[in-house]
């Protein structure tokens, strides 16, 4: 299974700190997407990442990927209690059967306290 | 941004009864249409992928004549749980491609079907 793994499963810090999540993947990718999920709503896309890209950046995001080690990280600086989710990563890569497809990890639930 | 929309945000049915959710690009072609599950507090889990005009390709557990899936445009797929029980409760989340190898894939906002 391509499914990536996070780390950590939980994680829960004060308002303002950093949020570093990882996710680590077993196969070739053709690229790497985080997505956030509130809790009962549908996802959002936050950042993607391609294969041949080391490290990207979106507002208060930094993610990186390291295709040598099968991994990825997430970093959220400054965390506001609105940044309290789940987050996934998941891995696009061609599914052989005619088209790419996006393969999740079990995800990161953070919880930022006020 | 390109739009999915699914219908009905949430539903529930007794057991036995069948459920039809639907899936549509709003402003796109969908050439690829993807279903997935989500169980609560777990991550989304892909059922099946499906290309337009042609059979889906169920992924390894679920099964397809239980999860019944038309792609029949380029803007509309469904998701059919026929005989549904309590246990196929769960947050039902579609997803389409503009093409194969588009690296875009956009995503619904999730049914949540609640079998009684």
């Known amino acids: 299974s391509q499914q990536g793994e996070e780390d950590p499963q939980a994680l829960s810090i004060q308002e303002g700190e950093n949020a570093t999540m990882n996710c680590s993947y077993k196969?070739?990718?053709?690229?790497l997407q985080w997505y956030r999920q509130n809790s009962g709503r549908g996802l959002v896309h936050l950042i993607l990442?391609?294969?041949?890209?080391r490290e990207k950046h979106s507002g208060r995001l930094r993610v990186t990927l390291d295709t040598s080690k099968k991994s990825s990280s997430l970093l959220i600086t400054a965390s506001r209690a609105a940044d309290t989710a789940s987050y996934f990563c998941?891995?696009?890569?061609?599914?052989?059967?005619?088209?790419?497809?996006?393969?999740f990890g079990k995800g990161t639930k953070l919880s930022v306290i006020p | 941004g390109a739009v999915v929309s699914q219908h009905p945000s949430w539903v529930i049915c007794k057991s036995g009864t069948s459920v039809k959710i639907e899936c549509r690009s709003l402003?796109?072609?969908?050439?690829?249409m993807f279903w997935y599950r989500q169980f609560p507090k777990q991550s989304l889990m892909l059922m099946a992928t499906?290309?337009?005009?042609?059979?889906?390709?169920?992924e390894q557990g679920v099964e397809k004549d239980k999860f019944l899936i038309n792609h029949a445009s380029l803007t509309l797929s469904t998701l059919t749980v026929t005989s549904a029980h309590p246990e196929d409760s769960s947050f039902y989340i579609c997803?389409?491609?503009?093409?194969?190898?588009?690296?875009?894939?956009?995503f619904g906002p999730g049914t949540r079907l609640t079998v009684t």
């Open positions: 997803s389409a491609r503009t093409g194969t190898a588009s690296y875009e894939q956009y």
């Open positions: 196969t070739s990718i053709n690229n």
């Open positions: 990442i391609r294969s041949n890209e």
């Open positions: 998941a891995t696009d890569a061609y599914s052989g059967a005619g088209s790419y497809q996006l393969t």
């Open positions: 402003d796109f072609q969908a050439t690829t």
């Open positions: 499906s290309n337009e005009g042609s059979k889906a390709t169920y």
